[in-house]
């Protein structure tokens, strides 16, 4: 598994490349913000480490450029910071995971295992939920192994909402993703695109369901 650490305390890093190291991850380290946006611009990880406090600004910017992006690769977020609402922010930018220093080895380890568990991350090519699988490459989604057309739109918000199944996925977040960060945007072209995808997942006999988290975002399950 390949793992891109950002976290610019030498010493720290070190021990945590070694030890991740030992646990079966290839680890790639880069020190600042600027180096994390470029080098994730260019390559492809299996899942990202990214400390909050970087010397060129916060590790939460360098998630939220990912979202933006449209990249959906596993984050956990490494902090000093431990209070709810530096949480909160933390997951509402689309973190997948949160991990308030100082913590154990052992820990981390078994958190990022967890998320590379996750749906979509076993060969990060289908996402299955219910009778609905979304084949993220060919951009395809099937109910029951028969192909259904979705707009590339619907797709992108089912994807975030079914990599993230089971949990709440911030409306901000879908906003990013669908639009970029400087895009002017409708302020209800989320909630129409999440309209319209669940008429089309009901239209095509899909058994999961969209539901509206309300403040917060969306989140799809299974069941009607
Ligand atoms: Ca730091």
Do not use: C
């Amino acid at each position: 598994m390949r793992l891109l650490l950002v976290e610019d305390n030498e010493r720290f890093a070190a021990l945590l490349q070694q030890g991740l190291g030992t646990a079966g991850f290839a680890v790639d380290l880069v020190t600042a913000a600027k180096e994390a946006d470029g080098a994730l611009e260019a390559g492809r990880w299996d899942i990202v480490v990214v400390d909050r406090g970087l010397p060129d600004g916060d590790g939460l910017d360098v998630l939220t450029q990912m979202r933006g992006r449209g990249d959906a690769t596993p984050v956990l977020i490494l902090t000093a910071r431990g209070s709810l609402k530096d949480r909160v922010n933390g997951l509402q930018s689309g973190a997948d995971d949160y991990l308030v220093k100082p913590f154990a080895l052992e820990e981390l380890v078994a958190r990022l295992q967890a998320l590379l568990r996750r749906p979509g991350n076993l060969l990060g090519l289908a996402l299955r939920l219910g009778n609905l699988t979304l084949d993220t490459v060919g951009r395809q989604v099937f109910v029951d192994e028969r192909p259904i057309a979705f707009s590339a739109r619907e797709i992108a918000v089912l994807e975030h909402l079914m990599r993230r199944s089971g949990r709440v996925v911030a409306k901000s977040l879908l906003e990013s993703s669908l639009y970029g960060p400087a895009q002017e945007v409708g302020s209800n072209a989320v909630e129409v695109h999440v309209h319209r995808l669940r008429r089309h997942l009901i239209e095509a006999g899909a058994s999961v369901q969209v539901h509206t988290v309300r403040g917060v975002g969306y989140m799809i399950g299974e069941g009607r």
